[in-house]
């Protein structure tokens, strides 16, 4: 297409012209993102082609390694079978399958809630849920480290919103005794905040809502099938789940598909269904994703194990980069932040890793204050694959004097 010039006019695409800083990167050979894989990882084997080279995965949201099991896949097969390959209209209308009645039906029971509701992504849950529950009057109060997804359920609500510091307890209680009596209050977390890695003190986070008067809703995507005696996330594990008032979970990680759920009362859920528009006015989630998902929860119930290794592995790296010298953010879970600080320094470290054929995310700012290398376990790695990610990070990081 032509340029065309727009004389004496500001042009909406000018911060588009001036943003250089990829083709920077790109030019310094430090481009960390978009990495292409030529296939997922084999369930049981934690590896993934990239072109014709095996990739050690170190930096998916995989779990428990179910996105490339035989009966997942299986499932999602006969749903295309059954249903077709997408349902092409939004559940209020044509797009309700039995599918997903039986989704709803067995995720409602699994998380132990009322009542649930599928949408088409994690993100799109977070977004739709908080801002059709919160209105004009209403507040929520948000960790300051909250997913992209809840802060944008935030910015499209009506209500107002405002911020504590990351898990500051002083902080969320001189935000709540603040507040006047008759605004509604909804205290929305991360279960588990995803690239920090850590938990939300949700014991005291609950007994805070309570002498307050608020609404808890927590984001388990990172929580969910990982942490708790059942899988059922961070709420679970601190034993405060009947203290949540509503809890949001994605598909995309434990659950090896793509969608998202938020789970609470039966007259929330059904307000939400008949007022979030990213409910309402999107199409329903295809019957392949759901068929997985729920042959995920049925594996998840069966095989408790996967759990208890992959917090197992969570554990053995965090002790191992620690004693390595690496510098970590505290936590518990399966995600596993190493502090690097310089964005260039996190690239070169990136690379070097994936050159030497390990895969970690590398997490730059403004997602966090300090630059990352964000390590995420599988219960599916091995001693073996554990032992290669620490030679390599040793080797690596003594070369660039991380460590
Ligand atoms: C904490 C949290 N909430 C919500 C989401 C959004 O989920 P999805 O990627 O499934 O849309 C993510 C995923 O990145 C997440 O980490």
């Not at 709803?104 to 699994?110: N, P």
């Amino acid at each position: 297409m032509q340029q065309q010039a727009r004389i004496g006019v500001k042009d909406i695409f000018d911060k588009a012209t001036s943003y250089t800083k990829p083709e920077e990167f790109r030019r310094a050979g430090l481009y960390p993102y978009f990495t292409e894989f030529s296939s997922g990882s084999d369930s049981g084997e934690a590896e993934v082609m990239m072109g014709d080279r095996r990739i050690l995965m170190f930096g998916s949201n995989n779990y428990l390694g179910l996105t490339t099991h035989g009966e997942v896949k299986q499932a999602a097969k006969a749903a295309i079978d059954q249903y077709g390959t997408g349902c092409s209209g939004s559940r209020m209308l044509n797009g309700t399958m039995t599918l997903h009645l039986q989704l709803e039906e067995k995720l409602a029971q699994f998380m132990q809630r009322e009542a649930v509701l599928v949408f088409g992504t994690g993100f799109q849950t977070n977004l739709g849920a908080l801002s059709s529950i919160t209105q004009k009057g209403d507040v929520i109060i948000a960790d300051r480290n909250i997913h992209a997804s809840l802060l944008d359920g935030c910015l499209a609500s009506f209500a107002k919103t405002t911020r504590y510091r990351h898990n500051d307890m002083v902080d969320l209680e001189k935000v709540l005794a603040s507040l006047p009596s008759d605004e509604g209050r909804l205290i929305v977390v991360d279960g588990v905040f995803s690239m920090e890695g850590d938990t939300a003190n949700l014991p005291e986070i609950v007994r805070l809502a309570w002498k307050y008067g608020a609404r808890l809703y927590v984001d388990e995507a990172h929580g969910i099938g990982v942490m708790g005696a059942n899988g059922r996330g961070a709420a679970e594990h601190y034993g405060v789940e009947p203290d949540v008032d509503i809890v949001m979970g994605t598909f995309s990680k434990s659950f090896a598909s793509i969608g998202g759920f938020v789970a609470a009362r039966r007259e929330v859920i059904e307000y939400i269904k008949h007022h979030s528009r990213a409910f309402v006015y999107s199409a329903s989630l295809a019957p392949a994703n759901a068929a997985a998902v729920l042959k995920a929860i049925e594996i998840i119930e069966r095989e408790p194990e996967r759990r208890a290794q992959v917090m197992a592995m969570g554990d053995k790296v965090r002790r191992e980069l620690a004693r390595l010298g690496f510098k970590l953010l505290a936590g518990h879970t399966p995600i596993i932040p190493v502090i690097i600080g310089d964005e260039a320094l996190v690239c070169r470290f990136f690379l070097e890793l994936l050159n030497d054929g390990i895969y970690t995310n590398p997490v730059l700012p403004p997602a966090v204050a300090q630059g990352l290398i964000r390590i995420s376990c599988m219960a599916t790695h091995s001693e073996e694959q554990a032992e290669r990610l620490f030679e390599s990070m040793h080797r690596i990081g003594k070369q660039l004097e991380i460590i």
